[in-house]
């Protein structure tokens, strides 16, 4: 059976609360869906999310890539801009260091035997993707890899219309931390529109 899993760097805890405020700022009255909570759907930056076969087991790969990578205890990560991506989709858009890059690397190879290869075709539709954003698709099921990746915590999705407008305004309603810190990798249950539904495992980037 397909379970659909993701890998992601979890906010500390004061600037998860930062996120799930910026969401409802953002948002106004429109909304964007899901809602971030700290209880539910919580915010994260996705290093990797996709279809998997029943042969992972979260905990004993989370902590494969942690200890493969030497990692500092948080990472902090430059806030570049509120955007939109199609198809209705608006992000907060942090920056991609070569540590970030160097992770996902790490995570794509840990769990490559494990994807659902079968399943890469069936998660979305990719006509409205930029050629490097296809071609990660086809190669791992996901839109952000490699070349393509683009680091971001995601605020939520509506209509592509409402997902400009929202942009747009974004700089005078909501008040933005310029840096991010994460302390923490998760293995999540994607839940709507890709949320971190539910913890499977949880590790901090580096055990005390």
Do not use: C
Not at 27 to 52: E, I, K, W
Not at 75 to 80: E, N
Not at 95 to 105: D, S
Request: charged share 25%.
């Amino acid at each position: 059976m397909t379970r659909w899993l993701g890998v992601a760097l979890l906010p500390r805890s004061d600037h998860q609360r930062s996120a799930i405020r910026v969401q409802r700022e953002v948002a106004g009255d429109d909304g964007l869906q899901p809602m971030l909570t700290s209880r539910g759907n919580l915010p994260h930056a996705t290093v990797y999310q996709g279809p998997f076969l029943d042969s992972v087991v979260p905990g004993r790969e989370l902590d494969r890539i942690r200890t493969a990578l030497t990692l500092p205890r948080e990472i902090r990560l430059t806030f570049t801009g509120i955007v939109h991506q199609p198809v209705g989709w608006v992000f907060l858009s942090l920056e991609r260091p070569p540590l970030l890059e160097k992770l996902q690397e790490v995570v794509l190879a840990a769990l490559a035997p494990h994807l659902d290869r079968r399943a890469f075709g069936e998660s979305e539709d990719t006509s409205g993707y930029a050629d490097g954003e296809r071609a990660s698709h086809a190669r791992y099921g996901y839109r952000y890899t490699g070349e393509a990746y683009a680091p971001h915590i995601t605020l939520g999705r509506t209509g592509e219309d409402a997902a400009r407008s929202l942009v747009r305004a974004a700089d005078a309603r909501a008040s933005v931390p310029g840096s991010w810190v994460f302390d923490r990798l998760s293995f999540y249950v994607m839940g709507e529109h890709g949320a971190h539904a539910q913890t499977l495992a949880e590790e901090a980037l580096r055990r005390a």
